[in-house]
């Protein structure tokens, strides 16, 4: 959560996407796509000449090695025009010909990258140990092993070619509806002064609580005044997905997202039961203790982010937030702020806040060959700030693995928040480390706070959005009963300190990733605790820590994550392993009460 609204900062950049394309009309987006199609044709003259040459390994080989990089090639010219598109209307979702060119361009796209559907699916029709003997007979095709091995992950749930094919056709369509859910939030309007939802959300942690009601009383009556639209939208994107679902024989919901993290459902499990199990230790625990700090028998669910003084907290202008995050990353060397620096020294980051912004932050790595692109909502605040370390640790990751190459470079979501909450990490202790006696119980506050809602909101997401679509499964779902579950598990994570007034039960409308990226949401609590592991293992050798930790952000996706943390030690199969994060958070409440 965001710091209280204000003015923002003039100073904080915006960034220029002319490194991709000058304009919509620029003649460079035409020639990629046209180079795409070329990329694509050549492709598709080996189709049925990778089984035809099973027999035959070096054959075999040079051709995978041939249709795996006209593959990835076609990917580069495709992507840096998606990104384009994506990019530039997320600082305009006002603007119906940003969004007109965006919806286009997914048209454009897919009609160029359908015609690829058959490399997977004859990569799959070959046997284990004919790939490995052609991975054998050629040293430079072995590394493409690590995209083949999440190939050869999907084969039992592949459909027929022809329905491969409809799929990929028929995906800028079902795009619609999560662009209509995007441009109705876009267009929100809170309370009597017309407040974004950006503006909104950071007023729910004002220092003074009257405008922290105001705030989070207007949001929801604008979203009542949109929930049959959104449920609408949340209620078809689910039954698309079970549908898919169902052809492709996946039993939960869930379980083409772990598929693709290459983690085991039963290991997600495991984690958030853990997590739930740990609700009154953390949560309850914790917001009975700042109920009493604020002098309340209880906080109003718009108190849960609300500063402990009433006094304005300390802020930063932009110039200030740079320096802070740059120090945080020389602490694990020189080579990491120099990249993040990268981002500062460009225009590489979109931070400044204004109308038609989406709500938000996130770090876009467009492909292997560009560079990211940061996107933020500065307000000025401490969040702000780790906000931007946050950022920056993806933009950071997204530079070293890009060595990689485009399809070995895409992290998992299981590590893909390693380097982002390990940046956000460092900043924080920093920040803390600097901290007057008077400043440091609300930095304590803050921090536990962001754990809380990376690790326990996080899950007890992951728990509505399971029952959802469990529950879609039978039929359409009624905003009433969207808003009953969102209760129960909102109400099981928060404890008793904490009231859901009335309304809260309309606040599941606003998540963007239930619509975007079901299931996603575990991803944070999974990196979070995953991080808060690594980060225990620096403090006992900060020295050997940092180019173990170097190698692990330039593999990107090349490693599972548990190859990847085996140097570290560690190993996240152990139930115990998870235990490790929750007991760190759990120290810091401890910290907390000893303070209050």
């Known amino acids: 959560m965001n710091a209280p609204f204000k003015s923002p900062d003039a100073d904080a950049p915006l960034w220029d996407l002319s490194d991709l394309y000058a304009s ?77 060119f965006e919806a286009d361009v997914r048209e454009k796209i897919t009609a160029v990258a359908t015609p690829t559907v058959w490399l997977t699916l004859e990569i799959n029709r070959l046997e284990e140990a004919e790939i490995e003997a052609a991975l054998a ?31 990929a056709e028929r995906m800028p369509i079902s795009a619609q509806w999560p662009r209509l859910f995007d441009e109705t939030l876009a267009a929100l309007k809170v309370g009597k002064e017309g407040l974004t939802l950006a503006e909104a959300l950071n007023r729910l942690s004002d220092p003074k609580p009257a405008r922290r009601k105001a705030a989070a009383e207007g949001l929801t009556e604008a979203l009542k005044g949109e929930a049959r639209t959104l449920a609408l939208v949340l209620n078809t994107v689910a039954a698309e997905k079970a549908l898919e679902d169902r052809k492709r024989g996946f039993a939960r919901p ?76 020389a602490a694990l060397g020189p080579e990491f702020a120099d990249r993040a620096r990268g981002f500062f020294d460009r225009p590489w980051i979109d931070a400044r806040a204004r109308p038609g912004k989406q709500s938000g932050a996130y770090a876009h790595p467009v492909t292997a060959n560009r560079h990211p692109y940061v996107f933020l909502n500065w307000m000025g605040e401490r969040r702000d700030v780790l906000t931007l370390a946050h950022e920056l640790g993806h933009g950071v990751h997204q530079t070293l693995a890009a060595d990689q190459g485009t399809l070995l470079a895409d992290t998992p979501l ?153 140097p570290f030690g560690l190993n996240p199969r152990d139930p115990a392993f998870w235990l490790i994060g929750t007991k760190r958070l759990e120290r810091l409440v401890d910290e907390f009460e000893s303070v209050v």
């Open 24 to 100: 919509r009309e620029d003649a460079r987006i035409a020639a990629d796509l046209e180079a795409a199609r070329a990329a694509v044709a050549e492709m598709g003259g080996l189709e049925g000449e990778l089984v035809a040459a099973r027999g035959e390994p070096a054959e075999l080989s040079a051709r995978l090695d041939r249709a795996i990089a006209l593959y990835e090639q076609a990917s580069d010219a495709l992507g840096g025009i998606a990104a384009y598109a994506f990019l530039a209307a997320s600082t305009a979702r006002d603007d119906a010909a940003a969004q007109g």
């Open 137 to 167: 007979a050629h040293a430079g095709v072995a590394r493409w092993r690590p995209w083949l091995r999440r190939v050869r992950a999907q084969k039992p749930h592949e459909l027929s070619p022809e329905l491969e094919t409809y799929l």
């Open 254 to 329: 869930a379980d083409g997202r772990h598929l693709a993290n290459e983690v085991d459902g039963e290991a997600v499990d495991a984690m958030a039961e853990a997590v739930a199990q740990a609700y009154p230790r953390l949560s309850h625990r914790y917001y009975a203790l700042k109920a009493k700090v604020l002098g309340k028998p209880a906080l109003d669910h718009w108190d849960r982010n609300a500063p402990l003084e009433t006094k304005a907290p300390r802020t930063f202008d932009w110039g200030q937030g740079r320096e802070v995050v740059l120090d945080s990353f």
């Open 414 to 566: 299981t590590l893909a928040e390693t380097a982002s909450i390990f940046a956000e990490g460092l900043t924080f202790d920093r920040l803390l480390t600097e901290a007057s006696p008077a400043e440091r119980r609300g930095l304590l506050a803050g921090k536990i706070e962001d754990g809380l809602n990376t690790v326990v909101r996080q899950i007890a997401f992951h728990r509505f959005e399971t029952r959802f679509h469990d529950e879609r499964a039978s039929g359409e779902l009624s905003v009433e009963r969207i808003g009953r579950i969102w209760l129960e598990e909102m109400g099981a994570s928060l404890g008793p300190a904490v009231t859901l007034n009335e309304g809260y039960d309309v606040w599941w409308a606003y998540v963007s990733h239930f619509v975007h990226s079901p299931f996603y949401v575990y991803a944070y609590a999974f990196g979070d605790l995953l991080t808060a592991a690594l980060m225990e293992t620096r403090r006992a050798d900060p020295e050997g820590f940092t180019p173990l930790y170097r190698d692990l952000l330039a593999a990107g996706g090349t490693r599972t994550y548990v190859e990847a943390l085996k």
